[in-house]
């Protein structure tokens, strides 16, 4: 029972791995409304012009040229707002699927009332198909439509193929939710599975840090973050080698994850990278003085707590003219400077390097 409400939940995905690769999912469910809608205005608009000619499909024109409307303003809307809002993506997509689906119904029961009816069929199953949604919103959004065809067609359809169109669209209502659900699995495993790979290429497993590859690739992005200033805070953990060598690995890794712990408290696991084996950076746009000091005040204390030390040094610059590498040059060379003075105050410490 519980496998069968995750399915419908979340395509048998385990809840978490689904949250972690939302930002893919509503990126390629963008990519494809803006697609599907392109290709929808394309085909309403042929249709509207066959109506002129086309006596078999004119009783349509109305369905076609309201459904165009709709499909133009959507794609406006997609366009503008829909790239950094997820819930009016999603909103938009049960809007596209909606109007597809009244389409399906207005063709199948109105304009043929003594024929039974295929294109709404033919929605029933195809449109749960185009997004990458949860098989429960598919579901829903099919359930919801399903009854009102079925209502349609109760009351206005001829009474020789009620029954048929009645009977059809529960039948492959049902073979459209358990199709779906399993498309919907396969579609949305493959995003997580992407996102595994991703993960692991761009952050480390010990300390659960961004790498240092990630770094290399985001480090000049936080330029078009920042509105005023960038700070680099870089970190050099010290005696690393001595720990392990007297208490061993474990140990070592122990005060690698803590310290990398407590840097991501303070400056958030969006800005902390990890990028070589005791050495750690802190890229921060915007962060006042004052409160960059309250943060190495509390970094320092937590460490001290725990009976380790870190060698530190921090660069502040105006975004104006601002040169990353530069920036972390500055931040490292103090770090340098302040892991020589604690050798210096600490002589019985073999020296680093």
């Given at each position: 029972m519980n496998k069968l409400i995750q399915m419908i939940l979340y395509a048998g995905i385990d809840p978490e791995d689904y949250r972690n690769c939302l930002p893919d999912i509503h990126k390629n469910n963008r990519k494809k409304l803006t697609m599907f809608l392109f290709v929808t205005i394309f085909f309403l608009t042929c249709m509207s012009l066959g109506c002129l000619f086309l006596d078999v499909i004119r009783p349509n024109l109305p369905g076609y040229v309201f459904s165009l409307i709709l499909s133009v303003l959507l794609l406006l809307v997609n366009h503008k707002y829909t790239e950094k809002n997820p819930q009016i993506l999603n909103c938009s997509i049960y809007i596209f699927l909606s109007i597809l689906y009244l389409l399906g119904i207005y063709i199948g029961t109105f304009n043929f009332k003594d024929q039974p009816s295929t294109t709404f069929i033919a929605f029933l199953l195809t449109l749960p198909l185009l997004f990458a949604l949860r098989p429960v919103q598919n579901i829903i959004l099919a359930s919801i439509f399903n009854i009102l065809y079925i209502i349609t067609v109760i009351l206005v359809k001829n009474k020789?193929?009620?029954s048929i169109d009645i009977i059809n669209s529960l039948v492959f209502e049902g073979i459209s939710m358990i199709?779906?659900?399993?498309?919907?699995?396969i579609v949305i495993s493959n995003f997580v599975m992407k996102e595994r790979m991703r993960y692991a290429a761009e952050n480390d497993k010990l300390t659960r840090m961004k790498n240092r590859n990630c770094f290399e690739h985001q480090k000049s992005e936080y330029i078009s973050l920042s509105k005023e200033t960038l700070t680099c805070i870089y970190v050099d953990v010290n005696g690393l080698h001595e720990l392990n060598n007297t208490q061993g690995h474990v140990a070592g890794d122990q005060m690698l994850k803590y310290i990398a712990g407590e840097m991501i408290k303070q400056f958030g696991s969006e800005n902390c990278y990890r990028i070589g084996g005791d050495e750690f950076v802190s890229l921060v746009p915007d962060l006042d003085q004052?409160?960059?000091?309250?943060?190495?005040?509390?970094?320092?204390?937590?460490?001290?707590?725990?009976?380790?030390?870190?060698?530190?040094g921090f660069e502040t610059l105006p975004l104006e003219n601002i040169d990353i590498d530069?920036?972390?040059?500055?931040?490292?060379?103090?770090?340098?400077?302040?892991?020589k003075k604690y050798y210096e105050d600490n002589p019985a410490i073999r020296a680093f390097r």
């Open positions: 020789a193929v009620i199709v779906s659900s399993f498309m919907m699995h004052k409160n960059l000091a309250d943060k190495i005040t509390h970094l320092l204390q937590a460490v001290k707590k725990e009976n380790y030390h870190i060698a530190h530069d920036l972390l040059k500055s931040a490292e060379e103090k770090m340098y400077r302040d892991k």
